[in-house]
């Protein structure tokens, strides 16, 4: 069983570690945006890491008690689509497995109507932007499914709530290799990072730019972020196209386009990655 102490260390690096990468329309150490800063994200990654990393605690519990700790700490909600990835996987950094992807199938198969309960009280607690109402298991009213089966009906429009019916494959078959191959070119966990992100970006409509923004400018990004995809692919030395990506940055935060979701992967992606580093099973997450 790997120390409380150590899941929560590798929940905060994580954090850190994606706001190092110049991430266009998303807050980063290069540029504020939205309204919030890097130190903000910083504090908040502080604050929600204890309560996400409570020993032998529910997952909706574990969300619940981060969301409200950073409400506490910053007033508002930056952080919740990392809490709602971040938290099984704490959990499942307590189990035994001979991969830790089985130990994160084994976590979300327990899922109960509790924890759905929970999980709905923290996102109408941090009240992200877009959020409406839905006919089937909305967050408004009380729980009557697990939050698995919850979590599966809203993964067409959702890609953090995709992630509990797949068994988080976005994060291990696209993210993790995507990372590995950029740290093996570069060295450098920054434009790991930055990969990482512009992978996700580049390969489906980002959830929260679709909810603010719609399909139409959700895709227009996803067009633009290929383009990088590629330059990034064949750059032998990454940080010359700083200035395109910066350039990009400026132009998504004039028009208030925000990627949240695909950077709320990356993290749980360099999440995943750092556990590797503490973790047996981890090591092999494949």
């Not at 929940?11 to 130190?39: I, S, W, Y």
């Not at 504090?43 to 605690?57: K, Q």
Request: proline content about 6%.
């Amino acid at each position: 069983m790997t120390p409380t102490g150590a899941i929560a260390d590798a929940f905060a690096a994580a954090c850190r570690d994606e706001l190092d990468a110049p991430k266009p329309g998303n807050v980063h150490v290069f540029a504020p945006g939205h309204g919030m800063t890097a130190a903000q994200f910083t504090a908040s990654a502080d604050a929600a890491s204890g309560p996400l990393c409570v020993p032998h605690r529910r997952v909706g519990e574990r969300i619940l008690g981060a969301v409200e700790a950073t409400c506490a700490a910053i007033g508002i909600n930056t952080n919740l689509g990392i809490i709602l990835l971040c938290a099984p996987l704490a959990a499942a950094a307590e189990l035994e497995a001979p991969l830790f992807r089985d130990a994160v199938a084994r976590v979300l198969d327990g899922l109960d109507i509790g924890d759905a309960d929970r999980a709905f009280a923290a996102i109408v607690r941090a009240a992200p932007a877009g959020l409406g109402r839905v006919d089937h298991d909305d967050v408004h009213a009380p729980a009557k499914v697990t939050l698995q089966y919850a979590m599966a009906e809203a993964a067409h429009r959702d890609r953090v709530a995709r992630q509990y019916a797949t068994v988080f494959a976005d994060v291990f078959d696209l993210g993790l290799p995507r990372y590995d191959a950029a740290l093996t070119r570069w060295s450098d966990p920054k434009w790991g990072a930055l990969a990482v992100y512009i992978a996700f970006l580049a390969t489906a409509a980002d959830s929260h730019v679709v909810r603010k923004h719609g399909a139409a400018v959700a895709d227009d990004v996803c067009r633009t972020a290929l383009k990088f995809d590629a330059a990034l692919q064949s750059a032998t030395h990454p940080a010359q196209l700083l200035p395109e990506l910066l350039a990009w940055d400026a132009a998504l935060k004039a028009q208030n386009v925000n990627p949240g979701t695909s950077a709320d992967l990356t993290v749980a992606t360099l999440f995943v990655r750092r556990l590797g580093a503490i973790l047996p099973s981890a090591r092999n997450s494949g």
